[in-house]
């Protein structure tokens, strides 16, 4: 079974940035998309950002302008880099790969805002 682990998040005042990564365990044949989402307490997982095999992304209007999703085809690595953030940005994210036959999730990164 492949593993998704994220790393990269933290705690950050608003306005900072951080980068989340995404690796798995070992090569996957085939991904349609990938992706970034998250969760906050008392909340359900949203989407973030997601991105395809032919690089077109497509992010939640919250994020728009201030994250950028982008992947490593090669090395099956997602990133997201998170600019401007806010403290309505704080959440557990999790990645997510889709391969069409499976919908791997990663175990989650906490980012919190705060200052």
């Known amino acids: 079974q492949v593993q998704l682990v994220e790393s990269g998040g933290g705690l950050v005042q608003p306005g900072g940035s951080l980068r989340l990564s995404c690796a798995a365990s070992?090569?996957?044949?085939?991904?349609?998309?990938m992706g970034w989402y998250r969760q906050a307490p008392g909340n359900q997982r949203e989407s973030v950002a997601v991105?395809?095999?032919?690089?077109?992304?497509n992010y939640a209007d919250s994020v728009k302008g201030r994250f950028t999703i982008s992947r490593d085809n090669a090395k099956n690595l997602l990133y997201l880099q998170m600019s401007s953030l806010k403290p309505e940005d704080t959440a557990v994210y999790y990645c997510?790969?889709?391969?069409?036959?499976?919908?791997?999730w990663g175990q989650g990164t906490q980012v919190t805002v705060s200052s």
């Open positions: 997510n790969f889709n391969t069409g036959a499976d919908s791997l």
């Open positions: 070992r090569s996957i044949f085939s991904i349609y998309a």
């Open positions: 991105i395809t095999s032919d690089g077109r992304t």
